[in-house]
């Protein structure tokens, strides 16, 4: 079908979803298609941080622990977030950086392994090459701090089959960040279970844009990003998922006072809180859960099938357009065209992709680019109309044109990308 723009605003008009942008502060003349790495600022996010610094803080100070139920804020924003993820109450809980999450719940995978399985040698964490750097980077030091822990990667295409007994640990990111490639959760989870390990989903390019079912999958362990598609805002605490039946087996290694059974009783010797709120560490972090807990209720409140239908359609209806009016400008489609197997973004390939994406920029066109040659554009579905694709595209076709994009300015490289 050859779309026009007309086409586009008649889908707009029909979409069940649309009244759901009226809930973020969108710039003017500004389209954002960089969701899936920081995503819009909610309107009620200003009321409710101004409450809690000016009254909460500012007023009742110390007090606003119990008269403003700030104690409560992980387990009640894990609660939100469960449903969306396919997680019952109770199984989630919001906390710390999606890095530090990581590293607690593949710790604590780890050591429950040695415990269950003594003398076994399961000392393989398995991942793939090309998995989003932090998850690589956090297991590469959690097994130079064990010793005795190697971490493997394998490409995607060879995981199953390296999934032999020797294996402790499946860690993978169910979107791949660069290709937005979708993992199979159930399949790879169960074959893990098959040889005795244990499987730990990073869903932060997944929660909020596509359908999750953990539970169903019948995943171990998750974690997952605040800031992205439930827009929690810049540096938004993380959570994390722990399976009802690992919860009071999995001992966190970093067992801070808020895990703690009686944290208020203030002894030496640490014993851990039951269920999920083990899993907590230091102090919550007040005005980022706070943030984050607006930013999900907005997608609580969503009609979630036709959410996550509008969110396929999106990529598909940008991808046909990149077809059909860029053939000639030498870009690859590097993500799946499958929306099934794709997350809610489109990769495109250019090796001038920097600039390309720079001058899209100064447009008002915010994707962004993962070196060495990758264009992303995100589609958050909350926000991002029909007509933003047309839009976007054309914006592209006309770059690409004129040559703007070969412009000196749009060459130099920023400290972030």
């Not at 722990?242 to 087996?249: I, K, L, T």
């Not at 907005?298 to 077809?323: N, T």
Request: proline residues 6%; hydrophobic residues 45%; contains cysteine.
């Amino acid at each position: 079908m050859a779309w026009t723009r007309d086409a586009m605003l008649a889908l707009d008009a029909r979409d069940p979803v649309a009244a759901a942008r009226d809930a973020f502060d969108l710039p003017p003349g500004v389209i954002y298609l960089d969701g899936n790495s920081l995503g819009a600022l909610p309107r009620a996010t200003r009321a409710r941080l101004a409450q809690v610094v000016d009254r909460e803080w500012g007023v009742d100070l110390i007090r606003s622990w119990n008269s403003a139920d700030w104690i409560t804020l992980p387990t009640r924003v894990g609660d939100l977030i469960a449903p969306l993820i396919g997680a019952d109450a109770g199984e989630v809980i919001a906390a710390d950086s999606t890095s530090a999450n990581l590293f607690k719940l593949a710790a604590g995978a780890v050591t429950l392994q040695r415990r269950r399985n003594p003398g076994q040698g399961r000392r393989v964490i398995l991942s793939e090459p090309g998995n989003f750097p932090t998850d690589l980077y956090v297991m590469q030091g959690l097994a130079d701090l064990l010793g005795d822990v190697e971490l493997r990667t394998v490409p995607a295409a060879g995981l199953a089959a390296a999934l032999t007994p020797d294996v402790a640990l499946l860690l993978l990111t169910h979107v791949h960040y660069k290709t937005g490639r979708v993992h199979d959760m159930a399949a790879l989870t169960a074959k893990a279970h098959a040889v005795g390990a244990l499987a730990l989903w990073d869903l932060s390019h997944s929660a909020g844009a596509l359908a999750v079912d953990l539970n169903g999958c019948g995943a171990d362990l998750a974690v997952g990003c605040g800031y992205k598609y439930l827009n929690g805002g810049p540096g938004a605490p993380a959570f994390l998922f722990v399976a009802r039946r690992h919860q009071d087996a999995l001992r966190p290694p970093l067992s801070g006072w808020m895990g703690h059974a009686a944290p208020f009783a203030f002894g030496d010797d640490y014993h851990p809180a039951p269920g999920i709120l083990r899993h907590l560490c230091g102090t919550p972090p007040v005005i980022g859960l706070s943030a984050l807990e607006e930013g999900v209720k907005i997608m609580a409140a969503a009609d979630r099938d036709a959410l996550f239908a509008k969110s396929r359609r999106l990529g598909d209806l940008f991808l046909e357009l990149v077809d059909q009016r860029l053939g000639a400008h030498g870009f690859q489609v590097l993500c799946p065209r499958d929306s099934a197997q794709r997350g809610s973004q489109v990769s495109l390939g250019h090796d001038q992709g920097y600039a390309i994406v720079q001058a899209l920029i100064e447009r008002g066109v915010i994707g962004d680019f993962r070196a060495p040659e990758v264009l992303r554009f995100g589609f958050a579905p909350l926000y991002i109309r029909y007509v933003d694709v047309w839009d976007a595209v054309d914006h592209l076709v006309d770059i690409m044109e004129t040559g703007l994009w070969r412009e000196a300015r749009f060459h130099e490289r920023a400290a972030v990308t």
